[in-house]
């Protein structure tokens, strides 16, 4: 009892930082979803206030890049394929799964007890850990198997993701500034 009151308290104060920033305070949440103990929760506070600190002025990325870093190496790439996709495009869970396995993003895993999972299913895992982390904004979902069928990003978390493709060199944008090198890719 004690612990969640902590937890309560230090969750108001993050919240103080994000005055008027609702996606910033959706995606505080994100990462608070995946924390259980308060442990967890004073390390996400300190790093919330530690951003804060040396990004002044700069709205909501410090808390997207926050976000982005608390995510585990194996949603990183699959998060900055959604680079790819313009701005406001409609992404069909079901064509993007099937992509991160032709690109080998995502692949087969062995589970603790010597059988594989199969990529798809991987990959629709990694897709749904993606929206428990408000890093992508689901459309639709069937009701039934409670599967995401259709999603989009939001506006700024596209930005960062643009950035950060662009920062790990995990895409390369060619525009009249760069057309003619290109060429030699």
């Not at 982390?133 to 960062?160: G, S, Y």
Request: hydrophobic letters at 40%; charged letters at 25%.
């Amino acid at each position: 009892m004690i612990g969640l009151m902590r937890k309560r308290r230090l969750g108001k104060d993050m919240v103080k930082h994000y005055a008027g920033l609702s996606l910033a305070i959706v995606v505080l949440g994100g990462i608070l979803t995946t924390k259980t103990s308060l442990d967890e929760w004073k390390i996400v506070s300190g790093n919330v206030k530690s951003y804060m600190n040396r990004c002044r002025g700069q709205g909501t990325m410090q808390v997207l890049a926050l976000r982005y870093d608390d995510l585990p190496n194996y949603l990183r790439p699959c998060f900055l394929y959604l680079s790819y996709y313009s701005e406001d495009y409609v992404i069909y869970a079901e064509r993007l799964i099937q992509l991160w396995v032709a690109d080998g993003i995502v692949s087969s895993k062995e589970e603790g007890d010597g059988e594989w999972e199969v990529a798809e299913d991987v990959a629709e895992h990694y897709l749904m850990e993606l929206a428990k982390r408000c890093m992508i904004q689901v459309r639709d979902m069937d009701p039934a198997t409670l599967r995401v069928k259709t999603f989009q990003l939001h506006n700024e978390m596209r930005f960062l993701c643009l950035c950060k493709a662009k920062q790990e060199n995990f895409i390369f944008i060619v525009d009249d500034s760069n057309a003619r090198s290109s060429s030699t890719i």
